[in-house]
Structure formats: structure tokens, C-alpha cells
């Protein structure tokens, strides 16, 4: 079994910065993919960015250039930066992790919001 928590959400200005952790624990060591996802009222869950355990990653376009994905070097925390920030991103945000058997686990979700 993997856990995941999250946590550095909160409120925010537009234009400013924030970053959210999560912390993996459990059987990491078959994970070979995290990644953040963020639901916004009405909406529904959507990807947001993932690292694999080579150290590819990958973003949704509304958020390349402004956030940056990554992780510790003992694979077992996942970081999300997130810079010049506009209210079209708030949201929960959701760590998530896939192992090599395909299973997902996810986090209970951290609010992030942004006031214009």
C-alpha cells in the first residue's frame, strides 16, 4: 500500500507563488510515476504535471512555463512549484502515483486559491 499526504496549499495573490508537497509513504519502491492533478468547483478532475522515476516531465499546457514539477532524490516526495499564479488555477490539488502494476493511488486533496 502507498500514502500520500499533501500539503502547502492556501491563499494567494494572482501573479504569486506557491509550493505543495507530498509526502509518499508505503511501498514506494514499484512507483514509477508522480504527478498532481487539481479539481475546480463544477469541474472536473483534471492532469496537471508528472515526473517519472527517469526524470521526465510533463505539463498541461495552461500551466507549462508557470509551475515546475519534481522530486527528492529518495523518491519519496513530489513537489509542485508553482509561480505567477492566476485565479483560473484554483482548485484542490491531488498528489498522485502510479506504480509498475498500474495501480493509482492519490492524496486527500489540498485547496489552493487565488484572489485577483
Known amino acids: 500500500q502507498v500514502q500520500l499526504r499533501e500539503s502547502g496549499g492556501g491563499l494567494v495573490q494572482s501573479g504569486g507563488s506557491l509550493r505543495l508537497s507530498c509526502s509518499v509513504s508505503?511501498?514506494?519502491?514499484?512507483?514509477?510515476?508522480m504527478g498532481w492533478y487539481r479539481q475546480a468547483p463544477g469541474n472536473q478532475r483534471e492532469w496537471v504535471a508528472a515526473?517519472?522515476?527517469?526524470?521526465?516531465?510533463n505539463y498541461v499546457d495552461s500551466v507549462k512555463g508557470r509551475f515546475t514539477i519534481s522530486t527528492n532524490v529518495a523518491w519519496n516526495t513530489v513537489y509542485l512549484e508553482m509561480n505567477m499564479m492566476q485565479p483560473e488555477d484554483t482548485a484542490v490539488y491531488y498528489c498522485?502515483?502510479?506504480?509498475?502494476?498500474?495501480?493509482?493511488?492519490w492524496g486527500q486533496g489540498t485547496q489552493v486559491t487565488v484572489s485577483s
Open positions: 508505503g511501498i514506494v519502491s514499484g512507483i514509477n510515476q
Open positions: 498522485n502515483t502510479k506504480t509498475i502494476r498500474g495501480n493509482a493511488y
Open positions: 515526473v517519472t522515476k527517469g526524470g521526465s516531465t
